[in-house]
């Protein structure tokens, strides 16, 4: 009776909504001899790429049978609109070159009073 069971994937987003992805439903055939064993499956599902930023929520696997109910931890996944975006660093160098410029036009203005005593 425990050969026959429901596989559920759905998410749920940021407001509290459940969202259905994909179910099926398999019927594993024991073999001889491995009868009243505990025996562990393992089922890999990927989701198809994330649209957009409204894809952001806790993502479960809920298993089925015989009445019995078992939810995994399940994972969250946070989607960005562009993605990951390399730091700029145009501010940096900015100030960076202001920095020395001044460093520069401080040192200039010494020596041209230092040459004029």
């Known amino acids: ?11 749920i987003n940021s407001l509290g909504q459940k969202t259905s992805i994909y179910s099926r439903t398999e019927n594993v055939v024991i073999p001889s001899g491995k009868e009243n064993k505990t025996a562990t499956i393992s089922y890999n599902h990927r989701i198809k790429l994330l649209e957009n930023t409204s894809s952001t929520g806790t993502y479960y696997c809920k298993v089925e049978w015989n009445g019995i109910q078992k939810t995994g931890k399940g994972v969250f996944v946070l989607a960005r609109g562009t993605g990951y975006v390399k730091a700029s660093y145009g501010w940096t160098i900015l100030i960076t070159v202001t920095a020395l410029l001044a460093t520069l036009s401080i040192a200039a203005t010494a020596l041209l009073l230092w040459k004029r005593k």
């Open 1 to 11: 009776k425990y050969t026959r069971f429901s596989i559920f994937y759905y998410w």
